[in-house]
């Protein structure tokens, strides 16, 4: 395992991070999963007090109990708050209120007196952002957070929160990303602008939703028992399934095999190796799928692979496949939608 630098401080963590988002609420699964993660040398957790919704929590819950007689000290617990945890008016978002109050009960959810890495899952345009960064100041003042990140919050909004950041002493040393070979907008601007800060990516989704395997051909429907066949999960792999898009994952193939590799690890590498990225986030629903993605990290790809990787993403009939617009990290991802308020 390989272990970075979270910005300019001194945690250090695995360039592997567990996600539990995908086994949901099933210990179980979870466990294995886990138990897996640690043999591997993963030290970085990532959870968000959302997951598992409708049972709001659940993955939280899960996680702290596949921890369970895990030395504390070891392991790198994050968690998020922001999007909706109930029906409330200040169930969700990023008030004083919201964020002390959410705090607490994944503390309790995960069985620590500390979260490692607390984390703003989206930007809050109802709640002013000074009112935001004190109370997360409050809490890592009175140790109950180590330190502070954020998720899909644009450049201009980084900037601004760092600034404060400093003012209060506090360290904010991650953005959380969607960030894979196809889904490249935080390169003009946020990159950029969080190397020049001090805080590194730990990106989620780098095999853009499943795509990136190669387990889409095109042509053929989504398999029912896939995230894209599913009705949940076609709307997040849904700008992934054009014909062009699939055609290019294909191209992608030889460049894996003349490598020795497959397409998830060649995609995971290719993130790993991005400049100002910390860790990939990695969720899994079987221990050995945690194994296959570790295995990525002994994949060095050089400049001619990473041109023939830009090359076969670029479509005849369409140009670039690849998305690099910037502003649309405000439009879908940066403020909290508004079928989530």
């Given amino acids: 395992m390989e272990y970075r630098n979270l910005g300019r401080s001194g945690l250090k963590i695995s360039a592997i991070t567990y996600g539990n988002w995908l086994p949901g609420g099933d210990p179980k699964a979870a466990k294995e999963c886990v138990a897996a993660a640690l043999d591997a040398g993963v030290n970085s957790f990532d959870t968000a007090d959302i997951y598992g919704r409708p049972d709001f929590g659940a993955g939280e819950r899960v996680l702290g109990e596949a921890l369970a007689g895990v030395r504390r000290e070891s392991v790198v617990i994050g968690t998020k708050v922001c999007l909706p945890v109930g029906d409330g008016p200040n169930d969700r978002g990023l008030s004083r209120k919201h964020i002390t109050e959410s705090c ?41 957070v180590g330190y502070i990140g954020v998720s899909e919050w ?4 980084i ?21 894979s070979m196809l889904w490249r907008i935080i390169e003009p601007q946020v990159v950029p602008a969080c190397e020049e800060l001090g805080l590194s990516q730990i ?19 989504a398999p029912t028992d896939t995230r894209a066949g599913s009705e949940r999960g076609a709307d997040f792999v ?44 990695m969720g899994a ?16 790809l050089d400049d001619e692979v990473c041109k023939r990787i830009d090359e076969a993403l670029v479509d005849p009939g369409h140009g670039d496949l690849v998305e690099r617009d910037a502003d649309k990290t405000a439009r879908m991802f940066d403020v909290m939608p508004a079928w989530r308020r």
Avoid: C
Wanted: neutral net charge.
């Fill in 203 to 221: 990106v989620f989704s780098p095999l853009a939703q499943g795509v990136l395997t190669g387990k889409y051909p095109p042509g053929r429907p």
């Fill in 285 to 300: 629903s079987r221990p050995d799928q945690i194994r296959d993605n570790v295995a990525a990290l002994e994949l060095s």
């Fill in 159 to 179: 900037r601004v929160a760092a600034a404060l950041a400093t003012e209060l002493r506090i360290p904010l040393v991650s953005n959380q990303p969607q960030y």
């Fill in 154 to 157: 644009t450049a201009p909004r």
């Fill in 238 to 281: 849904g700008r992934y399934m054009s014909e062009a898009v699939l055609s290019a994952v294909q191209r992608l193939r030889p460049i894996a095999e003349e490598l020795g590799t497959n397409l998830a690890r060649l995609a995971l590498a290719w993130v790993l190796g991005r400049p100002n990225v910390a860790s990939a986030v």
């Fill in 104 to 144: 607490h009960a994944s503390l309790r959810r995960l069985g620590t007196d500390h979260i490692d890495l607390y984390q703003a899952h989206r930007f809050d345009a109802d709640t002013p952002l000074e009112e935001t960064m004190v109370a997360f100041a409050d809490l890592v003042h009175q140790g109950h």
